[in-house]
């Protein structure tokens, strides 16, 4: 109506207009007129024409909207009818809580889900695992409700949980999973040596016996069997028999143990079984690494390996450090391996005064280089040989030609050295008395090996074995040279391992001092390679010279404290071994405990060899004159003192700490004092002896003002170690539940290409979670032979442990 008023209005206004313009319009004919009539006419009609088409644009934009807000109304209606399907009949709860997670409103399936009233309630106390997952911040998570499963869905934002029933596709994803098939290899350790005694009827008896006993076994799981070579089985089953095994922690290895005792037998089986989700083929080879690792772990043991689950181990009741130092040795030999592989050229070197032991570690080594085809140099000065080995090296040089031309002197090896090359320093750790020290500056790659207790100087190696407990360094190097290269044998000729079998000789002095199993085990390994035990008792007889020397030095013999012989003599001897055998023979006089041969070496030098049964520790002794060794074995080289003065400080030193009786004083230790007590440590000791420590300042007098000092001090550095523990404990927070992924070359074999060094893990773990760890703290729960989840320990005090997961996939 409003428009049609506008219109009239205007075409008023422009009659008036027209009639007020009239007078002073002149038309001379009545043409004109009808032009001017026309032309206004058209303009009325133009401008009606424009007002319609705008008018009918409004009228269209106008039904358009009617339409929608029709269409709306309607839609609204079945929005509405549907949301209180939802909320009120289909079958999602929905729970909505407040910012203290009291529940303020559910909808009826949410009250058929928990059966009972819950408006009102706390969600802690409707179930428990809601509400830590909701605190958690967790978004998507699952719940069981009595007999079914609940995916839930939370909305942190308004609080609202959302329970979808998912019960049935649970049990079908169980179902899947418990019919995983698993590939077990089942190994009968010794079964062939341990029958070999018996006659064939009790050997087919108690073969028959074993079988029949896993097959009982295998058939509660509902298992396959099938033997595929003497001594080792196929196993086939499902995972969900896989994990009632694992329930009942493997019994047939109880079983196996129990018929082995019966008939005093040494067999016990060996089991190495995997579940994954993966081609046959692939499972075969897991299933083959794992029974190699549970033989490598020593046997009568189960490695089970499933797929996205930690690796786990079952059984193994020998000694498990036994198995841990075998696992240790692997990964050390591999570790080694992978400096060389990456390495120019290798540099091998002892000791000055080399003796056997530091000369058979040498050609020990040497094979190890030459395993991975590196040029490889044994610097070697002949004058710096004792003369024990320059002996040996005279009479088989001929014999062993080729590791000769690798023998260059270490003048010559000076030029030789580029960035990329290694060093293998072994049987020392003091850089004082290597071969040559100008050696030492030019590389950095330094590899050290020895059997010495740790001293006060050392190397600056990127890698180090340090083992005061094997008898000697060719022990620690035949034990890596059996793990250095899986894949093709390391030939060591007999007349060389001859020469490593007398190094092994004369550290033990004929296996009376330091010897283990260990020493035996390699000591038979030795033989194995044709060394010649007549031959080494040959190379390491008195000539008769020496035999004469050796008794005029034993007629001079000094019994002091009636348990101690000091053999001294003026004169020079620049040959340790020639003291050695003295002190050696010294101390085969009745009622001596320890012997001490003393002589000069050179014009500056007094050199000392001792050697003791278990009363007396004489590497503590030499130890308070600058020297070291074993407890039984020990030797120091004194510098710019007399004889007298080494041997009455020796004295000294052995009265102080064996002499009975004598006032006692109080001390408190400023270092650890073996036999004596710990830093910081308040103790009484005689006199005499306290004077001692306090005058090498081992220690201080116990008095008021020390102890009040001594108790601040303890404040203070307890307060630091409980600030350090504080830190440590965060620092496991950080590490603990991480993980972390490696990947690696499988080879058609299934073998791995190199090996995971904790080095690797560090670097991955840094680059993965930005945390820092020391590769020295780091130890595997066993060595990586395979992909899998493995469990990484991180020592970072000596209560507390971290620990992480590697996983290792396949590239």
Known sequence: MKRWILLTGVVIILGFSIYLYWPYFSFESAQQIFSFIFLFISVVIVFAGIYISLNQQTRQKIRTLQNRLSMWTKLSYHVNQVGDEVFNELPIGILACDETFEIKWANPHATHIFDQKIAGRQLKDLNEKLYTQ???NKIKFMIEVGDDIYDVTYRPDFNFFYLFNVTEREHISKKYMEQIPALGIIYLDNLDEALAALDVSEQSSLKGEYLAAINDWAHLYDGYLKPYADERIFLMCYRKDLEKMIENKFEILEKIRDISNQSKVRVSISMGIVSWNIDYESLGVYAQNAVELAEKRGGDQVVVNIQDQKISYFGARNDTSAKSSRVGVRINAQTIKDFIDNSS???????????????GSMIACYHM???????TYLIIDHDKLDRTTQKVVDIVKDDVKDLMEHMISSEDSLELFDDQSVLMILDTQSPKIIMNDQVLSKTEQIIVIDHHRVGDEGFNAMFSIIEPSASSTIELVMELLGFYNMNEEIHITPKEATMMYAGLIVDTNNFTYRTGSRTFEVAAQLKDLGADTSEVKTWLRKDYLRTMEINKLLNDV??????????????????RILLAQVADAALQINDIDAAFAISRMDDDTVGVSARSFQKVNVQVLLENIGGGGHFSVAAAQVKNKSIKQVVDELKNIIELEYAQGGDLVKVILLEDVKGKGKKDQVIDVANGYGQFLVNQKKALLATDENLAVLEKQKQEALEENQRHIALMKSLKNEIDGKKVTLKIQIGQDGKMFGAITTKQIVEAFEQEHHILIDKKKVELQSEINSVGIYTAFVTLNKDIKAQFEVHIVEK
Request: aromatic share 14%; net charge negative; glycine share 2%.
């Open 134 to 136: 909701a605190t958690s």
């Open 345 to 359: 050229k290798v540099f091998i070197m002892g000791h000055n005064q080399a003796d056997m032991d530091a000369f």
């Open 369 to 375: 280089a030459k395993a991975s085809n590196k040029p």
């Open 558 to 575: 000094e019994i002091f404290m009636d348990h101690f012989a000091f053999v001294i003599t003026k004169d020079i001897y620049d040959d």
